[in-house]
């Protein structure tokens, strides 16, 4: 595992945006770094060349944006970057790939990535790439964006009405629960169902509720519908 190259910090106000390069391509994390060394808003916090080590760093600097090869030289990106929203669940990452291969970038979004871009990127535009990112948008190509629209189109109503946020503070099983509270099962129900104790089910009530800002079980199914009616359109 490589050490994580260190970053001479600048003067950082809230504003500024904190990104980590993660690839096993100096040559890539050079020219990405010096693209973003002229931004005033940018700040280039923390580099790492494989994905433990961008665990770690991630980890440690908790940036806005990481930057990440999809392909690292020891371990899957979509690995790394499962380990790296565990730890930073704010933190939104890029993944940049070599090819268009649609099925991997694909896997990438529903894994967490805010966005997937080829390396071969007109790196002047990478700035307002980041910033929208950190905004909330989703950076990804227009072929890519088309591919989204047909899985979407080819899902059945049922898969449909169980849409989920790719990026959820909630973890399956909270979601399974909250999946059946809105079916209107009874706490012994769903405990039946999902061969759990009643204890059980409501710890996993309280803390959904409390990760939604909710008050009620009808609050949260409510809450939920309108993520959904928000992913359908």
Known sequence: MEIAQAVPPRERSSPVLAVTIVDGDPLARRAIRACLAAEADIDVVGE?????????????KRPDVVLMALSLPDRSGTETMREMLKISPQTRVIVLVIEADEEAQMHALRTGAAGCLQKAIDLEILPRILRGVRAGEAA????????VL??????????????R??????????????????????????????GMSL??????????????????????????????????Q
């Not at 990804?140 to 591919?147: G, H, S, Y």
């Not at 899985?151 to 449909?160: G, H, S, Y």
Request: some cysteine; proline content about 1%.
């Open 140 to 147: 990804v190509t227009r072929e890519l964006a088309t591919c």
């Open 48 to 60: 790492a060349a494989d994905g433990a080590t961008g665990i770690q760093t991630v980890g440690d």
């Open 199 to 232: 204890a059980t089910v409501r710890s996993h009530v309280k803390h959904l509720l409390g990760k939604l800002g909710v008050h009620s079980r009808d609050e949260a199914v409510d809450y939920v519908e309108h993520l959904r009616r928000a992913l359908r």
């Open 165 to 194: 946020p790719v990026r959820t503070s909630l973890t399956q099983r909270e979601w399974e629960v909250l999946d059946l509270l809105g079916e209107g099962r009874t706490t012994g129900e769903i405990a039946k169902q999902l």
């Open 150 to 163: 047909e899985q979407v189109r080819m899902l059945d109503r049922a898969e449909v009405n169980r849409l």
